[in-house]
């Protein structure tokens, strides 16, 4: 059973371009949520996709999208980046309404 | 006031003691708490797991929940260096997190002392 794995690790984009962050699920898990965490502080939840659509977002624009595929990897996509954009991007898995979720180890962006 | 509240720390204490982690939540509908770990430059590592009031153990970790005081608390003995990281508490009014996703708090740094 492989676990939550995002890419790229890191990656380092000027203010006001465009990024695409990638996320695979862990193993038989359908549900897949996306959060921002800025340094020194909890992570705060962007969105969810359960079935290819979003189920629920949280407080962020709506220069924040994503998407679900059917093998249920996603993606999250930000246009038109912020400095105050940089932070790990992680992603987490589950299945639909399963008490818990599982991390991947994040993307680390810097917006510079 | 933000939802859920947790001191940031640094924690540090000696290898071996009893370590006392606590988060407090303004929001009366969470019903599913979590502990995450999460070391430096990595992803949160799901810890425990508790639904509603009451108290779960798993080998040197225990948590609690008190919902009518809406605090929460892990528990951790005989202390480890590698033990030594940043604990994140999460909670949800729905299992996983449904569409309002977990909401965490900031995390506590923990340093275990050699």
């Known amino acids: 059973e492989t676990g939550v794995t995002q890419s790229p690790t890191h990656l380092i984009k000027t203010r006001g371009q465009q990024v695409t962050l990638r996320c695979s699920s862990q193993s038989g898990h359908n549900t897949v949520s996306w959060y921002q965490q800025a340094l020194g502080q909890g992570p705060q939840f962007i969105f969810q996709?359960?079935?290819?659509?979003?189920?629920g977002r949280g407080n962020f624009p709506p220069r924040f999208s994503g998407l679900q595929f059917p093998n249920y990897s996603s993606e999250l996509n930000v246009n038109a980046l912020e400095l105050d954009d940089s932070a790990l991007y992680l992603c987490?898995?589950?299945?639909?309404?399963?008490?818990?979720?599982?991390f991947g180890p994040g993307t680390r962006l810097l917006v510079l | 006031q933000k939802e859920v509240e947790q001191d940031p720390g640094p924690l540090s204490v000696p290898e071996g003691a009893i370590v006392s982690l606590n988060c407090t939540y303004s929001?009366?509908?969470?019903?599913?708490f979590m502990w995450y770990r999460q070391y430096s430059r990595k992803g949160p590592e799901l810890l425990m797991y508790?639904?509603?009031?009451g108290n779960k153990e798993d080998g040197r970790f225990t948590a609690q929940v008190d919902k009518s005081s809406k605090y929460i608390s892990l528990f951790i003995r005989d202390s480890q260096p590698s033990d030594s990281a940043t604990y994140l508490c999460a909670m949800s009014p729905a299992p996983g997190g449904g569409a309002d996703g977990l909401t965490f708090g900031k995390g506590t740094h923990l340093i275990i002392q050699p």
């Open positions: 996709y359960y079935r290819e659509e979003e189920n």
């Open positions: 929001n009366s509908a969470f019903q599913y």
């Open positions: 987490a898995s589950s299945l639909w309404s399963q008490e818990t979720q599982y």
């Open positions: 508790t639904y509603s009031s």
